[in-house]
């Protein structure tokens, strides 16, 4: 199995847990927060998506899906464009809302569509390149898909949690 393989498989893994939360929960379970400080699966869902989106399209040097493909509209959130979530206080989490599952999991889908696209075109040498010079070691590729691979798993993790919670 080759590197790029697999970061395939472990991205599709974040895919296959982001489905199973999302299947068949309710609108109010999506915004219900154990606590008036916890995170919702809502914002848990769009956060790391959003992480995902926004990290590998500029590693990737590709626009970002929540722009280029409309989601930025469609979710209308009172955030600033560019929001991902990072550093959201507990009022800031509240205002993310959505009409259902399904636009989660589709924005879910095209942000994993980019990233497979992305990934299969990887080889071992494109890894070592740096994308992020604002960290000391300046942060590779790899340490950047592993980065966000790990945060969206422990994202949909919590987002298990809650759902299972309720």
């Not at 599952?101 to 299969?120: I, P």
């Not at 070592?128 to 980065?147: C, K, N, Y």
């Amino acid at each position: 199995m080759r590197s790029h393989e697999v970061l395939i498989d472990g991205y599709g893994r974040i895919r296959e847990e982001v489905h199973a939360v999302l299947d068949g929960i309710s609108v109010s379970d999506l915004h219900a927060r154990p606590t008036a400080e916890a995170n919702s699966v809502a914002w848990l869902i769009w956060h790391l998506t959003r992480v995902q989106d926004d990290h590998l399209a500029d590693a990737a040097d590709r626009d970002q899906v929540w722009r280029s493909q409309g989601w930025a509209e469609r979710f209308d959130l009172p955030l600033p464009e560019a929001d991902t979530g990072y550093g959201h206080s507990p009022k800031q989490v509240g205002e993310v809302r959505v009409e259902s599952a399904d636009v989660l999991r589709e924005y879910y889908d095209a942000v994993h569509e980019q990233t497979m696209a992305f990934l299969a075109g990887l080889d071992d040498a494109a890894l070592d390149r740096i994308v992020d010079t604002r960290w000391d070691p300046p942060v590779s590729l790899a340490v950047r898909l592993i980065s966000v691979l790990s945060d969206d798993l422990q994202h949909a993790g919590q987002a298990a949690y809650v759902r299972g919670l309720l």
